[in-house]
């Protein structure tokens, strides 16, 4: 595989210095020429969604949410369909209105991709070391804000290049209102979409990011994704642990159920990118001053490299 990391100004010196210049290099050169993933927007686009509050179904925080992301995407000129649905959980013990938010960059080639977060927030604290705010929503900076930053930014940088393919912006609402006893409960925008997936909407393969934003980042091989779509995880790995070898491990999670395993489960190829290691994960400590714009860029770099080598 070609390299994956560029450090332009060495190319551009080797350029000038060297007549036979190696094809890798120029395409090195080239890569440097495009538009780049900025660790510091994506970070203000997560601060931006803690400041709406926890974005619960029913919520003014989840109608916030929806339409900045709406706006964000409608304002790169990126049309969005809205998936609605309404049913009940348990753990809120009422019957909501939810939505999955999706944009389509290039809708209008055959060839499509997809790349998801969750946007919507946890209604409880279940993992706070104090009991008596478990009962209380969580603000979700990792834990939902962090994915959907990054796919934001990266639709900024996508739309300013052309790919051999559509890219679908997925954003999906009622991934974390599950419970051990109703595991069924989790992911319910995923499995809404994966069961009602518009003919516009299919697609080759796909990506899901979700708690990308810890200041200590270390992502490992989740399980199902190991498990279902080996070449793709192997595929990502081998960009991100080239460019970033402390902030991926070879070692495998255990499965995770997550927003991709509803497409999994109906055999497409999508991986799940988490790093499960963050002790604040459905606790109140979940806040932005444990995520860094740092953190958001090494995600946001792999997924757009991997984007170009695949595209
Ligand atoms: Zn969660």
Request: with cysteine.
């Amino acid at each position: 595989m070609t390299k994956h990391c560029h450090h332009p100004w060495p190319y551009v010196f080797a350029t000038v210095l060297f007549l036979f210049v190696a094809q890798e290099t120029l395409a090195e050169v080239t890569t440097a020429g495009l538009a780049k993933f900025n660790g510091y927007r994506a970070f203000r686009h997560l601060e931006k969604q803690c400041s709406f509050g926890p974005r619960i179904a029913g919520t003014e925080g989840h109608q916030l949410a929806a339409a900045y992301i709406r706006d964000e995407l409608r304002s790169l000129n990126i049309p969005v369909i809205v998936q609605p649905f309404e049913r009940h959980v348990a753990l809120l013990d009422d019957t909501r209105k939810f939505q999955n938010i999706i944009g389509t960059l290039w809708p209008d080639k055959k060839r499509k991709v997809m790349l998801s977060a969750h946007w919507d927030t946890r209604s409880v604290a279940d993992r706070d070391p104090d009991s008596a705010l478990r009962s209380q929503p969580i603000v979700g900076a990792n834990d939902g804000a962090s994915g959907v930053a990054v796919l934001l930014e990266l639709a900024r940088v996508l739309r300013q290049e052309r790919l051999d393919a559509g890219i679908i912006f997925v954003f999906f609402d009622a991934e974390d209102l599950g419970s051990a006893s109703r595991l069924e409960e989790y992911c319910l925008g995923s499995r809404f979409l994966a069961t009602h997936l518009p003919e516009s909407l299919q697609f080759e393969w796909g990506i899901n990011i979700d708690m990308v934003g810890d200041a200590d980042l270390l992502f490992q091989k989740e399980g199902y994704s190991y498990r279902m779509a080996r070449s793709l995880v192997d595929e990502f790995w081998q960009i991100g642990s080239e460019c970033y070898p402390s902030h991926f491990s070879d070692s495998i999670l255990s499965p995770i159920l997550d927003d991709h395993y509803p497409f999994l489960e109906r055999g497409y190829q999508y991986i799940n990118i988490i790093d499960f290691s963050y002790p604040y994960w459905h606790t109140h400590q979940d806040t932005s001053d444990k995520c860094s714009p740092e953190s958001l860029e090494v995600i946001g770099n792999t997924v757009l490299k991997f984007i170009r080598f695949k595209l």
